[in-house]
């Protein structure tokens, strides 16, 4: 028997990696399930996979979901969220401020904190970042933001090594007078030799670049009403909004 169907409503998203604004539609019960599997996953890979799933679920507009940006996951799940369930939510922490008793005795306050979230307007920070990096007048790169697939890339390396991977994987194009390179076209290999074989300055403008990647950061001031601490919430990352 052919039940009905509810039609889906579709929304728009401006996403900083792309010029035109995304189409999506909201999730519904399937899709927040698994993103309730995403939050409780302890592994990055069950988390990434489940994630990856609901994005490709609910694009209406045509996008390699495994090279996006986390930056635009993060967005995009913030504008999910809204669109199916409410514009607004909350998260509760507990005050860990120490108080004194009557009886002298120090104890954490142990008040409950609501602290407020509006997902369409989490603010973006680090989203100036310059993406074209010169090396010298007629060489240099153009960058992108890392993906969750580079963050897989880098699980199980050791410091300096997932440093110089990860500049290598965020690498978008390499230009010089007379062409321009898609790092797509060449294997991991050939791009962390091409890093290697920078100067240690123009290596180090790269690593700013990643590091300091743009991120959906909300933070909030709360004064605990029972203790009156001042309290300066940070919010980040899928498990902070949907924890
Ligand atoms: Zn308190």
């Known amino acids: 028997m052919k039940l009905p169907e509810m039609k889906h409503p579709q929304y728009e998203v401006q996403l900083l990696s792309y010029p035109n604004p995304i189409k999506y539609r909201p999730f519904t019960v399937r899709e927040e399930m698994i993103l309730r599997m995403a939050v409780e996953a302890k592994d990055l890979d069950s988390t990434v996979n489940a994630l990856k799933q609901v994005v490709e679920n609910c694009l209406v ?19 999910l969220r809204a669109r199916s369930i409410g514009e607004t939510g909350s998260q509760f922490f507990k005050c860990k401020n120490e108080v004194t008793t009557t009886e002298g005795q120090k104890k954490e ?74 790092a797509d076209d060449c294997t991991l290999e050939e791009l962390v030799e091409f890093v290697l074989k920078l100067h240690t300055d123009k290596y180090e403008k790269m690593k700013e670049f990643c590091f300091n990647a743009p991120k959906n950061q909300l933070t909030v001031q709360k004064k605990c009403a029972r203790c009156e601490y001042e309290h300066s919430f940070t919010l980040e990352g899928i498990q902070d909004f949907f924890g």
């Open 109 to 182: 306050c142990g008040m409950l904190l609501e602290v407020p979230i509006k997902y369409l307007e989490v603010p973006v920070i680090n989203n100036n970042a310059e993406r074209n990096i010169k090396f010298s007048d007629d060489m240099g790169v153009t960058m992108k933001f890392p993906s969750y697939k580079v963050a897989k890339e880098l699980i199980n390396l050791e410091q300096e090594e997932a440093e110089v991977t990860l500049v290598a994987l965020c690498i978008d194009k390499i230009f010089s007078s007379e062409e321009v390179f898609n």
């Open 61 to 79: 507009s045509e996008i390699d979901v495994d090279n996006m940006a986390i930056v635009d996951m993060e967005t995009l799940f913030l504008h």
